[in-house]
Structure formats: structure tokens, C-alpha cells
């Protein structure tokens, strides 16, 4: 059973923190993505990764970073965690090509809170 | 703004009956996928179309797609309680970073 997995459920943090959030997928997919979900927006790309080491901006990226040392992770980090990133983080993956191409595997999602 | 705009933005109806909703594009597509949430979880994939498909089925899902009009449409057939869902569309173009999801409609079905 394919699987996306990530390292948290449920995250508290305060203001100023560094934050980080983990992804990890056992499909040995090419690509991974992190996305934001937030009441009457969808999703929205925040970075996504075609390679390891590879990574480029999505839709949102200020404020946050990646980083992709192996192939099964994909790392989120928000530098200085702000009350405005209080969302739904969700990790996907897919096989290799554009995203429109193949359909991508969610991870059961981060809600982090920033006080 | 969103490539992709469902509508309804939510649907209540009771189990055994049709549920529908909408999917609006603004440009040209390669193909489009409808994704279902359960509440507080990950988003799980359920049809893809291609742009030269007209029609496609998965089980009690039917999905159209009509490039002439930018739209497609997802029904749900003689729906269930754990129908109860929100339900996205994404569409993607050739570019890497045109692979959008709208805000999605939430269904509900009550026994």
C-alpha cells in the first residue's frame, strides 16, 4: 500500500520559532510537493521538488524554505514561523513529469497553529 | 486566483440520491483531475481526463469534460453517508508551475 506519510499531525508553535515539517513517501516518486490548504482558497503550491537536491517556488513560497537531501523526503521549513502560516500543511508526491500528468499521493496533512 | 472554480460550494442530499458539481477553467488545459477530502485529511485522487476525452467512469463516479465551454463535471451516483466529503478539481497545463486546485465543494449526505 503506497504511502505518504508526515511527521506530525497536530503542531503548536509560537512566533518567531523555526519550524519544520516532515514528508516522507515509500513509492520512490520523483516528485514532491508541499502545499498550504486554507477555508476558500484550495490548495496553493508552496514548493514542489522534481529531483533530489532539485526544488522550485510554487504559488507561495515567502516566508517558507525546503530542502530534498534524499529521494523519500522532502522537508518544509518555516524560518521564522508567523501567526499567518497558521494552515493545513499537506505533503504529495507523484512519478516523474509535470504535475497535470499524474495523480499525486497527499500525506494526511500537518495542522500547525503559530501563537 | 484559482485555475479551477467548483460549484456548488457545498451540497447537502440524502443517501441513494445524485450528487453534482461543477468545475470552471480559465485557459487551456492538458487534463484535469477531481480529488476527494475527507474532513481534516489528506486529499485522495479519483478520475483523471485528458482534454480529448469527452467522458470517463470510475465505479459510481462520472466525470465530463467539455473543453469548448472550460468546464467539467463530477456526479456521483445513488451517494452514500461516506460520500460526505469536499471534493476538488485540478487542472494542469504543458508548464510545471500551472497545476492548479480550486476551493473545492463540499458535499454532504445524510442517511
Known amino acids: 500500500d503506497v504511502k505518504v506519510t508526515q511527521s506530525s499531525r497536530y503542531l503548536v508553535k509560537r512566533t518567531g520559532e523555526k519550524v519544520f515539517l516532515e514528508c516522507v513517501q515509500d513509492?520512490?516518486?520523483?516528485?514532491m510537493f508541499w502545499y498550504r490548504q486554507d477555508p476558500g482558497l484550495g490548495l496553493r503550491l508552496i514548493y514542489f521538488s522534481y529531483d533530489v537536491k532539485m526544488k522550485e517556488k510554487g504559488d507561495i513560497p515567502e516566508g517558507y524554505s525546503v530542502s530534498r537531501e534524499k529521494k523519500e523526503r522532502f522537508s518544509l521549513i518555516l524560518e521564522s514561523a508567523s501567526t499567518n502560516q497558521t494552515s493545513m500543511y499537506l505533503c504529495a508526491s507523484s512519478r516523474e513529469g509535470p504535475p497535470f500528468y499524474n495523480e499525486q499521493f497527499f500525506g494526511p496533512g500537518t495542522r500547525l497553529t503559530v501563537l | 486566483s484559482q485555475q479551477g472554480e467548483e460549484d456548488p460550494q457545498a451540497l447537502s442530499i440524502q443517501e441513494g440520491e445524485n450528487a453534482t458539481m461543477n468545475c470552471s477553467y480559465k485557459t487551456s488545459i492538458n487534463n484535469l483531475q477531481w480529488y476527494r477530502q475527507n474532513s481534516g485529511r489528506g486529499l485522495v485522487h479519483l478520475i483523471l481526463i485528458r482534454s480529448n476525452e469527452r467522458e470517463k467512469h470510475s465505479g459510481r463516479l462520472r466525470v465530463t469534460l467539455d473543453t469548448s465551454k472550460k468546464s467539467s463535471s463530477l456526479l456521483i451516483t445513488a451517494s452514500r453517508a461516506a460520500d460526505t466529503a469536499s471534493y476538488f478539481c485540478?487542472?494542469?497545463?504543458?508548464?510545471?508551475?500551472?497545476?492548479?486546485f480550486g476551493a473545492g465543494t463540499q458535499v454532504v449526505v445524510t442517511p
Open positions: 485540478a487542472t494542469g497545463t504543458d508548464s510545471w508551475g500551472k497545476f492548479q
Open positions: 513509492m520512490d516518486h520523483e516528485n
